[in-house]
């Protein structure tokens, strides 16, 4: 019956733990009319905030939010089509003879903000100033 944890929309399929829908210190049965199998997340909304699940007649799981209101997950997202990047922001083509080259794994750049060379003289600044200055942060 369940192929996965039964919270809608989430389909994990491993790890799944086994819910008594009345639970087992109030009575329930541990047997499949009383079961639903949750992933852990799932399981946490139902025992640490307050989330119901319940089974209907066809024994398919309806989750209900603390407030009592029925989840509906709505409809899935609508298929987002690949396109290519959007005119004018491609990337230099591989054959462009005026793109650079390619760096080489491991390359060091410089941050073009890094301070090359001894630490400016800082005495007469207050602390904040000079560690600015230091540090060469932009603030």
């Not at 929309?9 to 491993?14: D, E, K, L, V």
């Not at 541990?30 to 905030?49: I, Q, R």
């Not at 699940?53 to 603390?66: G, I, N, P, Q, Y």
Request: hydrophobic residues 30%.
């Amino acid at each position: 019956r369940d192929h996965g944890c039964s919270f809608p929309g989430c389909g994990t399929r491993s790890f799944l733990q086994a819910h008594h829908i009345v639970h087992w210190e109030h009575g329930g049965t541990t047997d499949l009319n009383n079961l639903t199998l949750v992933c852990c997340f799932h399981h946490k909304l139902v025992h640490e905030y307050g989330w119901r699940v319940a089974l209907d007649d066809d024994s398919m799981a309806t989750w209900f939010r603390r407030s009592g209101r029925r989840y509906d997950p709505g409809p899935d997202p609508p298929l987002r089509l690949d396109l290519g990047p959007a005119p004018g922001t491609e990337s230099p083509s591989r054959h462009d003879i005026n793109a650079p080259p390619p760096l080489a794994a491991g390359t060091y750049v410089p941050d073009r903000h890094m301070h090359v060379g001894p630490p400016p003289d800082a005495s007469g600044l207050d602390e904040s100033v000079r560690d600015r200055e230091l540090l060469g942060a932009a603030f």
